[in-house]
């Protein structure tokens, strides 16, 4: 496992750095073997220090958990223990997921980053008819899921929204976090078989 501990404007000691490693290790053994890489971030926000836990535990498959306190030990314990209750919640899946994975079981993708709209704009970074310029432009994959390996997904790597092909009809699908806390599932194409 590739582990880095960061510190944002904050020192990261050894013996902070040896309680990360040794925890980490012992939770992704448990649960999931070894994990390709973990980045560990511990940064202050107010009277308050802020876990974030990553960690790429297999082909696609991305989890992240934070974690806060008014120390960092029991800050990074937080994200610990959200990434551990994660992996208990989701272990079969993900196994039996990374299992049954099929090379080209994603589709390539364009993503764009679009200069946003503020007060300090000085409109240089817009085009002639007033619409943002793209300010970055890189590739990602659309994987091929079922809905609920897509939910488990999101869930897992504490995402916002995430566009999937839907297994099921080979479709373009979204699933996104409400504001009420529930997930909304967009399917252009239904359920219908073709």
């Known amino acids: 496992m590739q582990l880095s501990v960061k510190g944002q404007q904050l020192d990261v000691g ?25 980045a560990v971030t511990v940064s202050r926000h107010a009277h308050l220090y802020r876990a974030v836990v990553s960690a790429h535990v297999g082909r696609g498959i991305q989890l992240e958990a934070q974690g806060e306190a008014k120390d960092p030990y029991p800050a990074f314990d937080a994200a610990a223990d959200r990434l551990s209750t994660r992996l208990r919640r989701y272990k079969r899946r993900l196994r039996d997921h990374n299992n049954k994975s099929v090379e080209g079981a994603s589709l390539p993708a364009q993503q ?8 300090e704009e000085t409109g240089d970074e817009s ?6 310029a793209v300010v970055a432009e890189m ?10 390996e897509a939910v488990m997904r999101m869930d897992l790597g504490n995402l916002p929204a995430m ?12 699933i996104y ?4 806390g529930n997930i909304g599932w967009l399917d ?7």
């Open 127 to 132: 085009n002639e008819d007033g619409q943002p």
């Open 177 to 180: 976090r409400r504001s009420d």
């Open 163 to 174: 566009m999937f092909r839907n297994s099921a009809h080979s479709g373009l699908n979204m």
């Open 14 to 38: 050894d013996a902070l750095r040896t309680h990360v490693s040794e925890t980490l290790s012992r939770i992704l053994d448990k649960y999931f073997g070894d994990a390709i890489e973990v």
């Open 112 to 119: 764009y980053i679009l200069a946003g709209e503020g007060p």
């Open 188 to 194: 252009p194409r239904g359920n219908r078989g073709g």
């Open 139 to 148: 590739t990602t994959e659309i994987p091929t899921l079922t809905v609920s």
